[in-house]
């Protein structure tokens, strides 16, 4: 059964740097979100992203953060510039479009030192 | 007012109890509706999407009521297997909003 892959699964950081977080959508998936998960939290939306552009973003989803889907299959999401407040997992999701369900990959978990 | 509301728990529930979750949606545009299971640090799977119709599936039956704008899950003889939180989703706006979850364990 095709299923969405997330890499890395762990990445430690310093606060202040950049980091990468990447997922593979499944092939078919026109639509792609990305979700965190504080520790002992609820999943939080932060964007979602179709034809090639953010569709929909919360509040979360500050100028520090952006998403490209540079090649067509990779879906990244960028921290700019990480702060503490910022480990979490962090979920990508996909969809092949209208009211379908989302599928989610294992997650990164996300530690900023 | 939250998007989506459910009574956290926990639930502690024996081997073959029939347990029931409930949740609330605050928008009556809300276009579609699952249920999702989460295990500890995984990631969310779906379990079933709801329909106003009901729909079941093995000892999982889900229902939803667009007019009091609510949706519950049932689950019948319950397994040990079926320790979980339980996240009921609403989908409006190509925007999924996620309940806090319910966390049901059940007991030997």
């Known amino acids: 059964e095709p299923e969405v892959t997330q890499t890395p699964s762990h990445q430690v950081t310093q606060m202040g740097q950049e980091v990468i977080l990447r997922c593979v959508p499944i092939?078919?998936?026109?639509?792609f979100y990305w979700y965190r998960q504080i520790l002992g939290q609820k999943v939080e939306f932060l964007v979602s992203?179709?034809?090639?552009?953010?569709?929909?973003k919360s509040e979360i989803f500050d100028d520090q953060f952006s998403v490209e889907r540079p090649d067509g299959s990779n879906f990244t999401l960028k921290i700019r510039s990480t702060k503490l407040e910022d480990s979490a997992m962090y979920f990508c999701?996909?969809?092949?479009?209208?009211?379908?369900?989302?599928?989610f990959g294992p997650g990164t978990r996300l530690t900023v030192t | 007012r939250k998007e989506v509301e459910q009574d956290p728990g926990p639930f502690n529930v024996p081997e073959g109890a029939t347990v029931a979750f409930n949740c609330t949606y605050s928008?009556?545009?809300?276009?579609?509706f699952f249920w999702y299971r989460q295990d500890c640090r995984k990631e969310p799977k779906l379990l079933m999407s709801?329909?106003?119709s009901g729909n079941e599936d093995g000892r999982f039956t889900a229902q939803l009521n667009r007019a009091s704008q609510y949706i519950s899950l049932l689950i019948r003889d319950s397994k040990l297997s079926d320790s979980a939180t339980y996240l009921c989703?609403?989908?409006?706006?190509?925007?999924?909003?996620f309940g806090t979850g319910t966390s049901l364990t059940v007991i030997p």
């Open positions: 928008n009556s545009a809300s276009q579609s």
């Open positions: 709801v329909y106003s």
């Open positions: 992203f179709y034809n090639n552009e953010i569709s929909e």
């Open positions: 999701a996909t969809k092949i479009g209208g009211d379908y369900e989302q599928y």
């Open positions: 989703v609403v989908y409006r706006g190509n925007q999924f909003y």
């Open positions: 092939s078919n998936h026109l639509y």
